[in-house]
């Protein structure tokens, strides 16, 4: 078999490399159950909790059906309430995590009620840190370790974040990226098109992008919860394994952390309008995963109803697929949240009889044919005019004669390929969109300047026209009346030329001053000797060049305008204002001036771990907003409230 000289246009061999054990390995779901502590310290029936852990699987519920009875399950680990969050990765998480290093899927998801503490166990605090920043800190460690200790491989990691919200797949990554489609590609692989993917290189540089993208997420205030999540949010962390030397392996392991939003009943929340709307989505989702771990435990062969919704769509390889699954059951012990508990346990119960089936994701980069694939490209790039036939003889000719090349494994094909790969680089690379790129800017900018020429012009043939008219009105007194008619249209003219432009240096400066007296002139209109006056010291200040002293004052006036505000009033509207900035909703927040959705939630994000906000002032911490936006924001903010 002869080695391609042409391009690197790589044909790989999809190859799904079982473990050891052969092509019948399986993995059962494994299923965790954490209890959260007791907080309804003024319980109706005051009867304490109605759960209770039996040992460190086995926990019991009391029967609703007789209370004098309990109902016994059991699990893969049982977590108490005085378990920590480095307990539940260690004994829960931690042990699928290697998997992914070696081709592997694996996948950790909360489920639950509402208000029974999943969140927390997947992001925790930053004190207690949850699954999800543990799990993403042993991946890095795990490649590192691997790195040393095989170095004829190379890793990358990477991560996307997405929301199911009202059975619409947002990017959080790319808050304002509109719904993504799901596709399942030829390999029964579940894509999603257009998700944002971020190549990451360290732990701090995820925590860089993730807390941002947490903030992203849909959360609201219920009954039952107060930080209350309103959507399904799954994590993925995407680490690909390549081999530097022939045959060039390459494995693909991806890591999924799902933190579903709980089941709730409207009677107890007290959810209305939007907020009934999305418990109805998230009901329903959950409710297709019910079904579909129904239909894997009856195991008859029919549909799985995967395709129902967003959310078993994308589940779709964590439950009867090719992952290493974790399910970890939050439950709540008081009374209130007893039937939500005991569904809980019951879908628990189920899962863990799934059954899942995992393999490596392998791919083998395998040598082609160089001579016929070079002759087509000749072809499709215009060739050299000679017979086709004739250049598949010289390629055959050159294979023959080149015998140290036609093994795939030789060192001299590596370098050979290497040179080719930067040349088809260089050649398709950059550049030549660089050069497309300046020649569109070199475009507009010609653009700019006729449009600014145009518009000199025509301010100088204003001009002239204005020089006519005070001679006019020299010698004829009633001319006052016509300055008065044209005038206002001129000061509006000069107003929108005195508007900063990006290219307006190509230009030479127009002399506004000349225009700008004049308005003085004709809205007073004083007497002669005033006017005189006036004329003598617009004639001053043109010789000695004050052309932009108009706009200087005018921006000295914009600068002092707290100045002329009672001070009582401006007082009474920055307290008002950061009365809003520390307990305002996002809502609130979103209606102060210059406030939109992004600035909002990073005010809310800055309060919740720095606390209120001393001083206005203290607005400038926030990320993107600068000295200026400030001034800006105060004003706007001021204004508006004495106007209303």
Request: charged share 25%.
């Amino acid at each position: 078999m002869s080695v391609r000289l042409g391009w690197t246009s790589e044909m790989a061999q999809r190859v799904a490399v079982n473990d050891a054990a052969g092509s019948k390995r399986t993995a059962r779901v494994r299923v965790a159950v954490r209890l959260r502590p007791y907080m309804d310290k003024q319980d109706e029936k005051s009867e304490g909790p109605c759960v209770r852990g039996l040992g460190p699987q086995t926990l019991e519920i009391v029967n609703w059906r007789n209370a004098t009875e309990t109902l016994q399950y059991q699990f893969d680990v049982f977590h108490g309430e005085q378990t920590t969050q480095q307990e539940v990765f260690l004994s829960s998480v931690k042990p699928i995590i290697p998997h992914i290093l070696n081709g592997q899927n694996a996948s950790v998801f909360a489920y639950g009620p509402t208000g029974a503490g999943k969140t927390h166990t997947m992001l925790g605090s930053q004190e207690h840190p949850g699954v999800i920043p543990r799990a993403v800190r042993e991946v890095f460690q795990l490649v590192r370790t691997q790195v040393k200790d095989q170095d004829d491989w190379e890793f990358s990691v990477g991560m996307s974040y997405l929301e199911i919200y009202n059975e619409k797949v947002l990017d959080l990554l790319s808050p304002n990226s509109q719904d993504l489609p799901i596709r399942e590609d030829k390999d029964k692989n579940i894509i999603i098109p257009g998700l944002t993917h971020t190549s990451l290189s360290s732990f701090s540089d995820f925590h860089t992008h993730f807390v941002p993208a947490s903030l992203n997420r849909t959360t609201a205030s219920t009954k039952l919860n107060q930080r209350s999540s309103r959507s399904h949010a799954i994590l993925l962390i995407k680490v690909v394994k390549c081999q530097r030397v022939p045959p060039h392996r390459q494995q693909t392991g991806k890591l999924y952390l799902v933190d579903l939003a709980g089941s709730e009943d409207n009677r107890r929340t007290g959810n209305q309008g939007i907020r009934l709307k999305e418990s109805g989505a998230i009901n329903l989702s959950l409710f297709t995963l019910s079904k579909v771990v129904d239909c894997l435990n009856t195991g008859n062969g029919g549909r799985v109803p995967y395709r129902d919704s967003k959310l078993t769509r994308l589940l779709q390889d964590s439950l009867g697929g090719s992952a290493h699954s974790v399910m970890i059951t939050n439950i709540a012990p008081e009374y209130k949240y007893y039937f939500d508990t005991f569904t809980a346990l019951n879908f628990a119960a189920k899962s863990k009889q799934i059954i899942n089936r995992p393999f490596v994701r392998e791919t083998v980069m395998a040598p082609t044919n160089a001579a016929g694939k070079r002759s087509r490209e000749e072809q499709d790039a215009g060739g050299s005019g000679e017979p086709q036939n004739k250049r598949l003889k010289e390629g055959k000719k050159v294979e023959q004669q080149s015998p140290p090349l036609t093994h795939p494994h030789s060192p001299v094909d590596s370098s050979v390929l290497d040179r080719l790969m930067a040349l088809e680089k260089m050649m398709l690379g950059t550049p030549e969109r660089e050069r497309l790129r300046l020649l569109k800017t070199v475009a507009q900018s010609r653009k700019e300047i006729q449009r600014l020429k145009e518009k000199q012009k025509e301010l100088e043939e204003k001009a002239e026209m204005l020089n006519k008219l005070k001679n006019e009105r020299e010698e004829t007194p009633s001319g006052i009346s016509l300055f008065n008619t044209d005038l206002p249209l001129l000061q509006r003219k000069q107003s929108v030329s005195a508007r900063p432009r990006k290219q307006q240096a190509i230009v030479t400066p127009l002399q506004v001053s000349q225009v700008q007296p004049l308005q003085d002139f004709a809205v007073v209109c004083k007497p002669s000797q005033t006017i005189d006056k006036k004329k003598k010291r617009i004639k001053t200040e043109i010789s000695e060049g004050k052309e932009n002293s108009g706009l200087e004052t005018a921006c000295e006036e914009a600068a002092n305008w707290e100045s002329r505000l009672d001070s009582s009033l401006l007082d009474q509207s920055r307290k008002k204002i950061l009365q809003t900035l520390n307990s305002g909703s996002l809502k609130e927040l979103k209606s102060l001036q210059l406030i939109g959705d992004k600035k909002a939630k990073l005010i809310l994000g800055w309060r919740e771990i720095n606390g209120d906000f001393t001083q206005v002032e203290d607005l400038k911490k926030i990320e993107g907003i600068t000295d200026k936006r400030f001034s800006s924001f105060i004003k706007a903010n001021i204004l508006s409230a004495m106007g209303k």
